[in-house]
């Protein structure tokens, strides 16, 4: 048995108001406004990065709370390099910091397995490199939750790395379908996002995890990150449940779909 069985299942009280047999199994943060967050208070942008790790923390308080057994956050996007150097320094480090090392036994005794998601390129600072493995390594066994990190992380590099991978192992094109690329994504056992949630009132998808999203709700707010808590990630989840998903197909509204209709 792993640490994470061990330990308490959902919190009731977060359930007020959510059906917990339609708990999304997926969920996505795009975690944005940090920058705006720190200069509203006078303050440099690096503070708003500082600041967003007492959210990042709570989510997953919350996300462990309701039961969501994948959870995955936007930490650090392939475009993210285009920004200052110092502001990439310390983009590098708050991640590096914080999850993959002051609070990675806090995660780990709490059953979450850690993952990160993106390219390995050179660009990654080896100590950052290292880190990361010793965290996931640390937490591989843990089933609780699935926390993974998408870090120096771009769509269409994913998309692009497992077409190169499908060359690479000679694969006919007649066999290249949706299941052989979704084999080549960096964690194929990861689950479509069900609900994406991005902060800032920023409404797009700056290139996170193109693939997986294709049929997943999005919900934008305007709260900037370093606000967000778990109660906005609950709110979100309620607002996920009142939606109709239907895949293509009829919703719920269109009456059965056992063929009775004429
Ligand atoms: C999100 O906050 C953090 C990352 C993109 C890494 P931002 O730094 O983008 O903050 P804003 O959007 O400039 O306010
Ligand atoms: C998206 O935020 C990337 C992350 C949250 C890591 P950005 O702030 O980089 O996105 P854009 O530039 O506003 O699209
Ligand atoms: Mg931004």
Redesign the pocket.
Known sequence: MSEGDTLAAVDPAALDGIDPNRIPVHVGCV???????A?KRGLP?NE??RA?EEALFDVVEGALALGIPWLTV????TE?WRRPPD?VRF?LNVISDSVLMRRRQELHERGVRIRIAGRRDWRVPKRVLRRMDDACELTKDNRRMTFTIAFNYGGRAEIVDAVRALVRERVAPNKIDERAIRRHLYWPDMPDLDLVVRT?G?YRISNFLLWELAYSELIFTDT??PDFRRDNLYAAVREYQRRDRRFGALGEQDGDQDGERD
């Open positions: 975690m944005d406004g940090n920058g705006r967050w200069t942008r708003g990065h967003g936007y930490a650090f996007s993210n502001e983009l800032s920023e900037l990150w």
